[in-house]
């Protein structure tokens, strides 16, 4: 591509082709990825951001910077931050076709700017951004940010490990999270790292809902442009592979305060960490054990299955929605880590929120996995008969099993069994059973939540049998929709949904209201050759609340 641009740099056509274009709402802090429409859209002084776009650099090559001191040009790229006040040059790290990793200076001024890339004296087009203090992002595993942290355990001769289902952190351990926004330095920051607490960094981690007590928060000395936290895990921690961790600051906004980016931002990405009371492997809310997760770690291949049977009445409409969804998939032990769990349960007990794109009504899990045949159909049966679900080209499968597909309502409380027949090429045959739970009793439904922050929701009619409460919020407004997903015990009858997961993350606009909503839910387990192993997931949902 390169030999061509310059080939070509007469033509109209090639000039237009190889011209960098930077993705409306693509400049972003490079951890948590958050974009237009949220909170934590701003860029902070002296954070890496990552510029999405095209025509940055050759297809297929990353060039990354060599060393100190770092230079305004890389690979022939280099990168304009445009203010009220002048031109600042950013210091880029890498670049790649579609991305480009730099560092914004700590001199930029607060405040609206544009980023504009050049490229071999061809400009892009100008991508608004509005430059804030702080806004910390974590990394994490799926580089993506969101799922299991960049964390690692500390051990007590000062070595550290990756954490992970397989290397849990104990209560009482210390981890060692890793970020970039959390503020700007004071000195050359091309020269090299400025480690150092930074001023004003009064921050509170939250691991499972519980603060953390911080050790350190700052400057990392180990590279430019990034941000560590060392915290120490709750003695009273919650346990499990996916216990949330946030980090909120000062000046939390409430739901109807959420109008604009604030300069001083509050709240960062979730991501999770591994948490067992002896360390080691984990047991996840998911049912998968520690045992299983040690065996599949040794046999170098995680093989699953997954199936979600939900229930879900209208509020508007008289339908009740029964539908199923899962798969088959084989993980490497290294690509099993970037996934947020089977089904993307939090430990009881806790919260997760992210962000999403507007034509999605949850958020999709990142973590990819090779799809495996375990049959053409599935024959799902119970009181009210059968119904199948079709395996569809991409190996996942889908099938709408009452009401809305014109059936009567399938999925009434009570016992199931899901078969694969005669089995697939790659599944052997199976039958699985579960229990389809009934939905709990919302008591305060008809509640006034309108610019409640931090929302309580109330019912009767847990179990004390393993049945989850979950509660999710859904907001949207003209760039960007947020999920949160709440698990509690059901039997406990009431839950509090923090409010830097309700809403936040999100700006609010005159687009449609957020859905709030709460059901039960069970987890069930079955084996099958070669699985290491199979669960299903049963949900029993309300019909939601429309909160303005």
Known sequence: MRFLCGMFALGTLFVAWCQPSITSGGVVNDASYFGKGTVGGGIAQGSLFAIFGKGFGPSGVISTAAGFPLGTTLASVSVDIHTGGGVLSALPLYIATGQIGAILPSSTPLGSATVV???????????????????????????????????????????????????????????????????????NEAAGPLPGKLSGDNYTVYVGGIPAAIQYAGRSGCCAGIDQINIVVPTNSVTGCYVPVVVTGPGLAGTAQNTQIPADHAVSNFTTLSISANGGACTDASGLSAAQLARSEAAGVMIFGALAFERAPQRLTPATIDSMAGGFGSYTPASFLQTQGIFGLPATGTCVSSPMPLSQSAPVDP???????????????????????????????HAGLGSASGAPPFLNPGQFTVSNGSGGSDVDPFTAVFEMPAALTWTNSTA?????????LTW?????SGTLAVVTSVAYNDDAGFFALCTADSAAGSFTVPLYAYQGNILLTSAAPSLLSLGASTVSSFSGSPLSAGFIWALAMNPGVYVQ
Do not use: C, K
């Open 448 to 456: 006034n939540f309108q610019n409640v922050a931090s929302p309580t």
């Open 367 to 397: 973590a990819v996995n090779d799809s495996l045949q375990a049959g053409a159909t599935l024959t799902i049966s119970g009181a009210a008969g059968s119904r199948q679900a079709t395996r569809n080209a991409d190996g996942s499968y």
């Open 117 to 187: 890339v050049n490229n071999n004296g061809s400009a892009s087009q100008p991508e608004p951004i509005t430059v804030v203090t702080r806004n910390l992002g974590l990394f994490s595993v799926n580089q993506a940010g969101s799922g299991p942290a960049a964390a690692q355990n500390a051990a007590a001769d000062g070595s550290v490990t990756l954490n992970t289902p397989m290397n849990s952190a104990q209560p009482g351990q210390t981890v060692v999270l890793w970020g970039t926004g959390a503020g700007p330095v004071s000195g």
């Open 460 to 464: 009767t009619g847990g179990s004390s």
